[in-house]
């Protein structure tokens, strides 16, 4: 066998020649600034988003502590008002569902319009028409007919109280409102229960009206027929009585009732009702 001979011609590889330790320390900081410089400017948008997204949840920068507790103050007092206006409003819609379910309405309806008054009292104007959202729970409970007698005869009569009780008018202008809203109210719910049952309830109390009249006036003597215009005007009459007496009282045990929970209220008192607290 032939012996195989090298090539005579080998490459040879160069390596390159060994650099110098400053040149080394040269270069790894050129380059790590580079990397620097470069996260920078992938990380300075993100970073300017989140900024901006904390700005508008809180209302302020970051730094800003004054800012800061301000936003949290308003948080916190809109959460107390709502937590406050759900809780009276679940309170006046179970305690009128009970009273209508234990048929002892009568004895407590002085008691319903008293929530929504505290709302207006202590939040504004604004708490007191979301207490009024009683009428949604009572539609979920007892249906269209409870909702709407609520509403009519305590809702709208609390809701105007504590509007008329928040900008401090005079006693006897709320009343006189209370008293009206009260009456319209009434002849409201007449009206609603005459489409329920299909029946005129408002003809037929002007008729036993009329008659009752009638028979008073020919036992005294009277030879006279009253019109239908002076029955309607005896009932106006009789309604708005009732309703002022019933507001009336209202009015004095409410102020009685927010005086001893430390509620001041916003309508000055009469001084016979002042002597007596």
Known sequence: MRGLHRCPHQLLLVSPPPRSAPACRQSATAS????????????????????AAREQKWGHVEGDEDGGEEGLGEALHRTRELVECAMFAAVAGLAYFLSNSLAIENYFSCFFPLPIVISSLRWGLEASRKTV???????????????STY??????????????????????????????????GACGYVLVSSFLIRENILALITVNIHASLTYILTAAGVNTIPSMGTIYLLFGTLLLLNCGFFVFLLHVMYTVFLAKLGIKPSLRSPRWLDRVM
């Open 32 to 51: 790590s600034r580079g990397l620097r410089s470069s996260l920078a400017v992938f990380s300075a948008p993100g970073a300017r988003v989140a900024a």
């Open 133 to 147: 959202a009683t009428v949604l729970l009572l539609f979920t409970l007892s249906g269209p007919v409870k909702a």
């Open 151 to 184: 509403l009519l005869m305590h809702g709208v009569v609390g809701l105007i109280m504590g509007t008329v009780w928040r900008l401090e008018t005079n006693w006897i202008v709320s009343i006189i409102l209370c008293s009206i809203v009260r009456a319209l």
